[in-house]
């Protein structure tokens, strides 16, 4: 990316976390639910991308992966770049092993709702919602404790 752009997006995003922390709320965590929402997009994006070439379970297995891949990248660089990293290979298997929890949960609830809503089934990203946030809390535990510590 290119860094003109990049260092004014990270300054207002700071900036932001620095304003929610006024209310108690943990930075770390701020951070963490920001980099979800664009795990969020790019889950999504990729659901409806291979929605109909793979089928849905497909898709979602494989939009989870692609989220948790630019998740891990962008916590690594952000949300916990004030802390020691092991290698960046070990880490993404930690993350994505520690993440498995929060992949139950996440995609548990997006599978159970495209089999049982017709609606969730025509409109993926509504379980995609429920699904993320199924699983944040989870994998923001187990990151913060055993992937970026």
């Known amino acids: 990316m290119h860094r003109g752009f990049t260092k004014p997006l990270i300054h207002g995003l700071d900036a932001?976390?620095?304003?929610?922390a006024r209310s108690g709320i943990n930075p770390d965590?701020?951070?963490?639910?920001?980099?979800?929402l664009s795990g969020f997009c790019w889950d999504t994006a990729t659901v409806y991308a291979l929605?109909?070439?793979?089928?849905?379970?497909?898709?979602g297995a494989c939009g989870f992966l692609v989220a948790g891949a630019a998740n891990w990248a962008v916590n690594r660089l952000w949300t916990f770049r004030h802390l020691e990293h092991?290698?960046?290979?070990?880490?993404?298997?930690r993350?994505?092993?520690?993440?498995?929890?929060?992949?139950?949960?996440?995609?548990?609830?997006f599978f159970t709702l495209i089999s049982i809503s017709p609606l969730c089934h025509s409109q993926p990203?509504?379980?995609?919602?429920?699904?993320s946030?199924?699983?944040?809390?989870?994998?923001?535990?187990?990151?913060?404790?055993?992937v970026f510590n």
């Open 16 to 20: 932001i976390v620095t304003l929610l």
């Open 86 to 93: 092991i290698a960046a290979h070990h880490q993404l298997l």
């Open 95 to 109: 993350f994505l092993l520690a993440n498995f929890i929060g992949f139950i949960f996440n995609r548990g609830t």
């Open 51 to 59: 929605r109909y070439v793979a089928g849905l379970y497909i898709a």
């Open 29 to 36: 965590f701020i951070r963490f639910g920001i980099v979800g």
């Open 125 to 131: 990203v509504l379980a995609i919602i429920a699904g």
């Open 133 to 146: 946030v199924a699983g944040m809390f989870f994998n923001y535990f187990l990151s913060k404790k055993f």
